[in-house]
């Protein structure tokens, strides 16, 4: 028992604290960025054109699962593509994007999953750029799908 007490539990307590140091650091990251994110999204309406051509050829370089991660927040997602995600905020802090250099810092020193709010307010900002993006190249096919159907719907009523 003694040597239970006087080894083993030390070193477990060792173990956990460092996570809870990790935890506490990365909240506190986090509560620095939520005081700043009413910054962070003015200075972003203020560099948006700016920025949109940038940030559409970042994200078009970047592989399908980090787009994924862009469209769509999911569970867990962060963690599987931890290094992309790490990468993505990195070239992000390259064309100083609003926010992603303190997000890419605590990113790189704690890992995607303690700030997870941070990373996907970053990613939020990104992916109105590319819904934009989206709605520009879905519209012109289904305006060209319609006139073929009335004019083929004429031939048949000519015919008749």
Request: net charge negative; charged share 35%.
């Amino acid at each position: 028992m003694g040597y239970w007490k006087s080894i083993v539990v030390p070193k477990f307590k060792k173990l956990f604290e460092k996570n809870n140091v990790n935890k506490a650091a990365a909240a506190e990251a986090c509560k620095i960025f939520d005081d700043a994110k009413d910054d962070y999204s003015k200075e972003f309406e203020e560099k948006k054109a700016d920025l949109q051509p940038k940030v559409i050829e970042i994200y078009e370089a970047s592989t399908t699962e980090i787009k994924a991660v862009v469209k769509e927040r999911k569970d867990g997602a962060l963690k599987k593509v931890s290094t992309g995600v790490e990468k993505f905020l990195e070239e992000l802090s390259k064309i100083e994007f609003p926010g992603s250099k303190p997000v890419h810092e605590a990113c790189s020193k704690f890992g995607p999953t303690y700030i997870e709010g941070p990373i996907y307010f970053i990613f939020e900002k990104v992916s109105t750029f590319i819904v934009v993006e989206e709605k520009k190249e879905e519209e012109p096919p289904v305006a060209a799908t319609d006139p073929v159907e009335e004019t083929s719907g004429k031939d048949k009523e000519i015919v008749v």
